[in-house]
């Protein structure tokens, strides 16, 4: 394509900018960092933390080896690829553009289309490298995703407000992969989750992309991983807890073993029931840290964009999903262990009265 003059980017309808598609896949239940470090299961390189996000779960950076790119796309690059202790594996390719709006649209399903194909081999070839230190390894569970366009300011100074407006009508079809004009309730629904900090910058947050006009774009980023890993999370436990439940649903008399009848055995049988306590702990720790990774306490600005991610990609909605089916695995398991104290309680009676019964015995042929 030949070289725009600057002058005439914004008049020619022609925009440059990035691509940027996140994946996110759930690979196992636990991933030992440290086991791929020592032996050298993967590239691993140093990455600044981001000042916004708490050390809770530092993830391991790793480089991709040069692998041969979609078919199609001729310049492409993987800018994070990111190894989380809980079972995950993230990646962040980028595709610089130089386009209008409606060649943008087409040619943006298509990428993306293709980059869902790539990034699954991606993370294929990255999880035979690291499976001797999955816990539980199963490829893969679920999978998530999300993606952003981001846009070069243009050379005549436009407002972050006015460019949005101009462009309405372009920009909310290309958040959907819609390739027809939204109607106008759509649009103005798509573009009311907008935010800017100069003016002359703005960032319009959707349920399964964003549209950032902005030079410096690198920091919302981590804000768009952390979201998809977040929801990717929420979903597998969500779906983890579906399963549990229809289990013991289906149980229509759960039958205890002898052993648990003898006091001080058999509570330290670990029962399925018993093992509801412990994924009932084990998903809220998880699920907490996701939630408070993130330290914008003192950030207006990053707080509302983090707000409106949460917002549009329903982790609400997740959470009390999930908050619910934990309060059912609650009250399961206190009904199995009061059946099972009760149990005690009579058959430790039963044992006293037999005592007192051989005791009297003993005294009478005495």
């Known amino acids: 394509m030949e070289n725009i003059p600057v002058d005439s980017i914004g008049k020619s309808g022609i925009v440059k900018g990035n691509i940027l598609l996140f994946y996110a896949f759930d690979v196992g239940d636990d991933i030992d960092l440290d086991m791929i470090k020592s032996r050298g299961f993967v590239s691993t390189c140093s990455v600044p933390l981001s000042v916004y996000f708490k050390n809770y779960h530092i993830p391991l950076s790793f480089r991709m080896t040069p692998d041969e790119k979609p078919s199609g796309v001729l310049e492409s690059s993987c800018i994070s690829s990111k190894i989380y202790h809980f079972g995950v594996l993230s990646f962040c390719y980028r595709i ?48 998530n995703e999300y993606f952003a366009i981001q846009v070069y300011p243009l050379k005549e100074k436009m407002l972050g407000d006015d460019f949005k407006e101009m462009y309405a009508s372009k920009i909310a079809p290309l958040l959907r992969l819609e390739v027809y004009t939204l109607s106008d309730y759509q649009t103005d629904e798509i573009l009311a989750s907008s935010i800017g900090y100069y003016g002359e910058d703005l960032i319009i947050v959707d349920c399964s992309a964003s549209f950032i006009y902005d030079d410096e774009y690198f920091e919302p980023l981590e804000f768009f991983e952390s979201v998809t890993i977040q929801k990717l999370e929420l979903q ?20 205890l073993p002898l052993k648990t009848y ?49 917002e549009k990609m329903s982790l609400k909605g997740w959470r009390d999903s999930i908050n619910r089916k934990l309060a059912i695995m609650h009250d399961l398991y206190s009904v199995f262990q009061d059946r099972l104290d009760t149990i005690h309680e009579e058959i430790l009676t039963i044992v006293i009265i037999l005592l007192i019964s051989f005791e009297a015995f003993m005294a009478f042929m005495r």
């Open 236 to 255: 597998y436990f969500d779906k983890l807890l579906d399963k549990k439940l229809q289990y013991f649903y289906e149980q229509q008399s759960y039958k």
């Open 262 to 310: 003898i006091p001080l055995i058999g509570p330290r049988m670990d029962l399925p029931v018993s093992q509801l306590a412990k994924l009932r702990v084990d998903i809220s720790v998880i699920t907490e840290r996701l939630e408070g990774s993130i330290k914008l306490a003192e950030d207006a600005y990053y707080s509302k964009l983090y707000s409106m991610l949460v």
């Open 96 to 143: 610089p553009f130089e386009d209008t709006f409606e060649d943008l649209k087409v040619k943006l399903i298509d990428i993306k289309k293709r980059f869902d194909d790539h990034a699954e081999i991606d993370a294929k070839n990255t999880y035979k490298k690291i499976f001797p230190a999955i816990k539980k390894p199963h490829f893969c569970n679920l999978k």
